[in-house]
């Protein structure tokens, strides 16, 4: 999240339920944003407990998979069926009926669906993440009626149907080899320099840990992502001393420059704004939603014109015109991204970051907070604090081809559930030890009764007519 924040204070560890206010204290951001936290955590845990890793309900479920082949016999298309779907405790809706996999409002451009030259199987899966969002993104965020000037900032439900070919499976439940994903395996420790021995008796020796002059928040992200260097394939990162939220909106690619755009502003001061040397990075929202990095480029001597807020930049950076809502991202390390290696490196004014592990994910981040008493928030092998995916199984599709035609077979895979107040039979499943075919309950009484063994047993053991009243035990099979 890069919003303009004093700190992150949400600790699972600490088990906190609710924040409490005090009379006559000063109101900080961090206690509404960890309030919001907590809230979402014991909700989301609930949800999950309750539904599971994934599931629709019967009633105003969604996410219903459905295939074709399309009309030029090279690419197949998906439909997706509104209505609501868990994930992890995670309510994902999709609204507007007719939604197909080309069309999906947090997905632009996902890649062509290519039919097969084999028979496959292919898993069709969502993909849930949090997006946060600020003006830039959402324009509506802004109060009019004070001048435009942004307020608070919002998170956001992503999801995103994908699609992975080639499982190799049959059954919606069987296990697919690198699926899910696995989580980044990186970890960041930060630390300060140790003040310098003093060798003249006469001078006061600085003393060690955070020496800035104000208080920051700290953002180390990862760019590109990668293993732990040197070497072909390390990560890079960047760095940022007030969490990335300096940005500006993009108003205008200066056509036949390449290397300039327009911004709405400049920034509010020296400290907040944008000067010639800065490193910035110009990404959109494709970028955003597909979790690859932006352009880092320089501002260039004499590139800041004031009057009309054109920048020039070091490079290209064109290639992101068409996106909507692009941006320039200020970071603060002094020059393109820097390659992620076993060593400390120092950030600036006694801060330091060492990473282990891997492999580090493009948008890997760790925020940390320094203060002007010198103190460093401690992270000790910390894993990222985002972003963290979900994901839960949506259809399978069986490819068979017959006569030169490719014909799919849909399993839908997506786990249903009752509401509390009408579970059913057919709604609680068994376990077929006994290879009878069934999978729930009614599916049993119904096996039992064209077997014409369902039969009431009373207290004394006699067996009664099946039309007696049930007082004793039921006995099954």
């Known amino acids: 999240m890069k919003g303009d924040f004093s700190r992150i204070t949400f600790n699972h560890d600490k088990h906190y339920r609710s924040v409490r206010m005090q009379q006559g204290r000063v109101q900080l951001d961090a206690d509404w944003n960890e309030l919001a936290e907590i809230q979402e955590q014991h909700a989301q845990t609930e949800t999950a407990d309750i539904i599971g890793s994934s599931g629709v309900p019967k009633i105003g479920g969604g996410f219903a998979i459905g295939a074709a082949a399309q009309a030029d016999g090279l690419t197949f298309g998906l439909t997706i069926a509104s209505g609501r779907l868990y994930v992890d405790g995670i309510l994902c809706e999709l609204a507007p009926p007719g939604t197909t996999y080309q069309g999906q409002p947090d997905y632009p451009n996902p890649s062509a669906l290519n039919l097969p030259n084999t028979e496959r199987a292919d ?6 993440w949090q997006r946060h ?74 003393a060690g840990g ?9 953002r180390v992200e990862i760019h590109n992502g990668g293993s732990l260097g040197p070497g072909p394939g390390a990560a890079t990162f960047k760095w940022s001393r007030d969490n990335g939220s300096v940005a500006f909106p993009i108003s205008e690619f200066i056509a036949g420059e390449p290397t300039k755009v327009k911004v709405e502003s400049l920034g509010r001061d020296q400290v907040l704004g944008l000067r010639i040397g800065d490193w910035v990075e110009v990404l959109g929202d494709e970028t955003d939603l597909k979790g690859i990095p932006g352009t880092l480029a320089q501002i260039v001597p004499n590139g800041i014109d004031e009057t009309e807020h054109v920048l ?166």
């Open 123 to 128: 898993l069709v899966y969502l993909d849930v």
């Open 133 to 206: 969002i600020t003006m830039i993104e959402d324009p509506d965020i802004r109060e009019v009626a004070l001048g435009g000037p942004d307020t608070t900032t919002r998170l956001k439900t992503v999801w995103q149907v994908k699609v992975l070919s080639g499982v190799g499976i049959t059954d919606c439940r069987a296990a697919i080899a690198g699926w899910p994903p696995a989580p980044s395996g990186g970890v960041l420790t930060s630390e300060v320099l140790a003040a310098p021995p003093g060798s003249d008796p006469c001078l006061v020796v600085p």
């Open 210 to 218: 955070f020496r800035g002059l104000e208080n920051q928040l700290y």
């Open 312 to 477: 020039t930049l070091s490079v290209d950076v064109s290639s992101h015109a068409l996106e909507a809502h692009p941006k320039v991202r200020r970071w603060d390390q002094p020059g393109d991204a820097i390659a992620l290696t076993a060593d400390p490196v120092p950030l600036e004014n006694g801060v330091q970051v060492r990473f282990s592990g891997g492999p580090f994910r493009t948008g890997d981040y760790w925020v940390f907070a320094a203060r002007t008493n010198g103190d460093v928030e401690s992270l000790t092998g910390a894993r990222p604090q985002g972003i963290e995916h979900h994901y839960g199984r949506l259809a399978l599709i069986q490819w068979q081809q017959s006569d030169a035609l490719w014909t799919a077979t849909v399993t839908d895979c997506r786990p249903d559930f009752p509401p509390l107040t009408d579970i059913r039979a057919e709604d609680v499943g068994v376990d077929d030890t006994c290879g009878l075919g069934v999978a729930n309950l009614q599916q049993v009484f119904n096996s039992q009764c064209q077997q014409r063994v369902l039969r009431y047993v009373s207290g004394d053991g006699q067996e009664g007519g099946v039309g007696q009243a049930l007082s004793g035990a039921l006995i099954v099979g």
